[in-house]
């Protein structure tokens, strides 16, 4: 496995972080509160902490907690596990991840075969997910990474065979690739997923399942590996930052290192389907999507 989850500082066994002592902690000025919302800012980083509500801006780029920020007066707190699997590793990436070895990414295109996936006016999920893949792995090939894909054609593939590859492969990330869709023809932007926290519902509601995944073993440097594809997508075509957000998808429950799943934009949008459309856009995308993982492994590897 190229990277390894460093031990981080000892945690306190409460179950909740106040911001006061989670600014301290990090060398943060006192929490600055507003009407809606709490920032700590330094010099290199913001937080700012929607009240009651699980949205959080890094650095601008928004992350949806686990948990909500919950308290009153000087009592905001943040769950545990979100300061540990969220805060720390984008706070101390260098103490998160270090280099073991040569990296090998695996890129998923998501369905294929007769699972066309999202259907838009032009073009369909399977087709368009595949294209980005490729051109993925040829920015990332030019730059000295291994790639290997999932699939190369128009093939089916079982969610289990996607992960059991990439396990096979000794993968270091997994990149699942995909487009969106909605009954709001009106919704659009970036959505960027890595796995719920043991013990919490995903974004999007729970369908009962709190436990445990394997894929929970790389929850802090999944984080980081988000962090820099979906700030890298977000800043090369101007989309909508709908945020990391967080469910159980069996590939990434199942994934056996660091893993995203990417949704490129919405089929059912008809500006986005129209860009996606287009060649040079697939290339833009593909192009961010790369421009991301190298920085996440140039991120291990710069560690002393």
């Given at each position: 496995?190229?990277?390894?989850l460093?031990?981080?500082?000892?945690?306190?066994?409460?179950?909740r972080?106040?911001?006061?002592?989670?600014a301290?902690?990090?060398?943060?000025?006192?929490?600055?509160?507003?009407?809606?919302?709490?920032?700590?800012?330094?010099?290199?980083?913001?937080?700012?902490?929607?009240?009651?509500?699980?949205?959080?801006?890094?650095?601008?780029?928004?992350?949806?907690?686990?948990?909500?920020?919950?308290?009153?007066?000087?009592?905001?707190?943040v769950?545990?596990?979100?300061?540990?699997?969220?805060?720390?590793?984008l706070?101390?990436?260098?103490?998160?991840?270090?280099?073991?070895?040569?990296?090998?990414?695996?890129?998923?295109?998501?369905?294929?075969?007769?699972?066309?996936?999202?259907?838009?006016?032009?073009?369909?999920?399977?087709?368009?997910?595949?294209?980005?893949?490729?051109?993925?792995?040829?920015a990332?090939?030019?730059?000295?990474?291994?790639?290997?894909?999932?699939?190369e054609?128009?093939?089916?593939?079982?969610?289990?065979?996607?992960?059991?590859?990439?396990?096979?492969?000794?993968?270091s990330?997994?990149?699942?690739?995909?487009?969106?869709?909605?009954?709001?023809?009106?919704?659009?932007?970036?959505?960027?997923?890595?796995?719920?926290?043991?013990?919490?519902?995903?974004?999007?509601?729970?369908?009962?399942?709190?436990?445990?995944?394997p894929?929970?073993r790389?929850?802090?440097a999944?984080?980081?590996?988000?962090?820099?594809?979906?700030?890298?997508?977000?800043?090369?075509?101007?989309?909508?930052?709908?945020?990391i957000?967080?469910?159980?998808?069996?590939?990434?429950?199942?994934?056996?290192c660091?893993?995203?799943?990417?949704?490129?934009?919405?089929?059912s949008?008809?500006?986005?389907?129209?860009?996606?459309?287009?060649?040079?856009?697939?290339?833009?995308?593909?192009?961010?999507i790369?421009?991301?993982?190298?920085?996440?492994?140039?991120?291990?590897?710069?560690?002393?």
């Amino acid at each position: 496995l190229l990277l390894l989850l460093l031990p981080v500082a000892a945690w306190s066994e409460n179950a909740r972080l106040n911001l006061h002592d989670l600014a301290a902690r990090y060398g943060f000025p006192s929490p600055v509160q507003g009407r809606s919302n709490i920032t700590l800012s330094s010099g290199c980083s913001t937080l700012t902490f929607e009240m009651n509500s699980r949205k959080l801006l890094f650095n601008g780029l928004l992350i949806w907690m686990n948990d909500p920020l919950s308290g009153s007066g000087a009592s905001w707190s943040v769950d545990r596990s979100d300061a540990m699997r969220i805060v720390d590793p984008l706070l101390r990436p260098d103490r998160t991840l270090v280099a073991t070895g040569t990296p090998l990414v695996v890129i998923d295109p998501g369905h294929g075969g007769t699972d066309t996936g999202a259907a838009g006016r032009r073009v369909n999920e399977k087709n368009v997910v595949l294209d980005i893949a490729l051109r993925a792995a040829t920015a990332l090939k030019a730059a000295g990474v291994a790639v290997r894909l999932t699939r190369e054609q128009d093939a089916a593939l079982t969610l289990d065979e996607r992960t059991a590859l990439a396990r096979t492969l000794g993968a270091s990330l997994f990149l699942s690739i995909h487009m969106n869709s909605a009954d709001n023809s009106a919704a659009s932007g970036l959505e960027t997923y890595v796995m719920t926290a043991p013990g919490f519902a995903s974004t999007a509601g729970s369908n009962g399942d709190t436990g445990s995944e394997p894929g929970n073993r790389f929850d802090w440097a999944s984080t980081l590996l988000a962090d820099r594809v979906h700030r890298s997508v977000l800043a090369q075509t101007g989309a909508a930052d709908r945020g990391i957000k967080r469910a159980r998808f069996e590939v990434l429950a199942q994934a056996p290192c660091p893993a995203v799943l990417v949704e490129c934009g919405f089929l059912s949008n008809a500006y986005e389907e129209s860009m996606i459309s287009l060649d040079h856009y697939r290339e833009l995308v593909a192009g961010a999507i790369a421009d991301g993982v190298i920085a996440y492994l140039g991120g291990a590897n710069s560690r002393p």
